[in-house]
């Protein structure tokens, strides 16, 4: 058995410290509770930020299989000697936002921010978000080449001290920093020591099961949660058709890998016209045919996961014209020209053109009763009264 006293003679004795990298063994934890696949996890923290006075300072964690509402739900605090630094109330900075946006080069928007619709407050399952503990972070890092991402969700916190101007601590020797993070139930309660930091501007610590890693991100750039790919929208039909005089549509489209943040839109480019996996198109978006011409107007439905959209798929509207009255006449047989005498038996048929696949509904009278008839498909119809 190992024993880290020696004697060597007499009353002396030396001891032996036990040494990792020349210091005490580390300190360092980074232990969790209550969490899991449908909770939040937490994957890094910024304590060296880029901005002076570090102001930017955030963390990332990103979402389970179910949706988190950060008000009241979501809060870090770091445990120094005088008083703890907290950060506990969050909400928008539109202009932070646009700076990010405009900074990220991306033909979107790349982050989002969750208090606005449609998302009203609730972060979405399997979403990222960073989150700046304090409200006006003056982000002094690089956030290019991350347009892959998709859909980032951006809180901004409420810390402020009147002496610290930043949260973290990356500065001691021989001491360590007590970081508590709350995600719901979901918590985080983690030991590191600021003589480990790596490089400087964009330290940053992360967890490896109870371990703490000490990396550095060149910029503060964040890195995220990496996310399978949105699919595209596996649709019930491509195509709802409807006739020129109808009054109602029939049917409408289902999307059954879609959920309520399914996209549909006239065009990719304008604001969309419906969220939600179902959609029955009202008569209004239907084209109008033009000279007895089928008419068709291409619209597009996009699923959206996290924030970040998939592919958009063309769905159609099919306006089919109702049948002129010309083209539809009364045949009598045997003399056409439904010239009969009074006792003559006559066989009447009634002949349709460019019919569009629609169904012809008609009534005869022969002065006392009302006859009712059901054609679909071109060509000769016998009647029969």
């Not at 500065?171 to 993070?181: E, L, P």
Request: hydrophobic content about 35%; charged content about 15%; some cysteine.
């Amino acid at each position: 058995m190992f024993r880290p006293w020696y004697q060597m003679s007499g009353n002396w004795w030396i001891a032996i410290i036990i040494m990792a990298s020349g210091k005490l063994l580390s300190q360092s934890q980074w232990n969790s509770s209550g969490c899991g696949s449908s909770r939040p996890t937490l994957d890094r923290i910024m304590i060296d930020a880029c901005a002076p006075y570090e102001p930017d300072e955030y963390f990332i964690f990103h979402t389970g299989s179910q949706p988190f509402n950060p008000t009241g739900g979501l809060s870090i605090q770091v445990n120094v000697t005088s008083s703890p630094y907290v950060s506990d109330g969050w909400g928008s900075n539109p202009s932070a936002l646009a700076d990010l946006n405009q900074s990220s080069g991306c033909g979107e928007d790349l982050f989002l921010d969750p208090f606005v619709a449609p998302y009203n407050g609730t972060i979405p399952p399997y979403s990222n978000v960073l989150a700046f503990v304090q409200h006006n972070p003056d982000f002094g890092g690089s956030v290019s080449g991350l347009c892959g991402e998709g859909g980032v969700f951006v809180l901004f916190g409420n810390f402020s001290h009147s002496f610290a101007s930043s949260m973290f601590g990356n500065t001691c020797t021989d001491c360590t920093r007590n970081i508590k993070v709350e995600l719901g139930s979901c918590s985080y309660d983690i030991v590191y020591e600021p003589e480990d930091l790596n490089g400087g501007n964009g330290a940053y610590i992360s967890g490896s099961g109870s371990s703490v890693n000490y990396g550095n991100a060149g910029s503060c750039r964040p890195v995220f949660h990496h996310f399978s790919a949105t699919p595209e929208p596996a649709l019930n039909r491509e195509e709802v058709v409807i006739c020129a005089n109808d009054d109602v549509v029939s049917g409408g489209f289902i999307v059954s890998n879609g959920n309520q943040f399914t996209t549909w839109y006239t065009d990719p480019d304008d604001p969309p016209i419906h969220r939600g996996s179902i959609f029955n198109p009202p008569l209004s978006l239907f084209p109008v045919p033009i000279d007895g011409e089928v008419a068709t107007r291409t619209l597009y439905v996009v699923n959206v996961n996290g924030g970040r959209p998939g592919g958009a798929v063309p769905i159609s509207l099919i306006t089919q014209p109702a049948p002129p009255a010309s083209d539809i006449s009364l045949r009598c047989y045997p003399d056409v020209s439904c010239g009969v005498c009074e006792g003559e038996n006559v066989d009447l048929a009634i002949e349709l053109q460019e019919t569009y696949g629609n169904e012809l509904q008609i009534q005869l009278s022969d002065g006392s009763n009302y006859f009712s008839y059901s054609f679909s498909g071109e060509g000769m119809h016998e009647l029969e009264m």
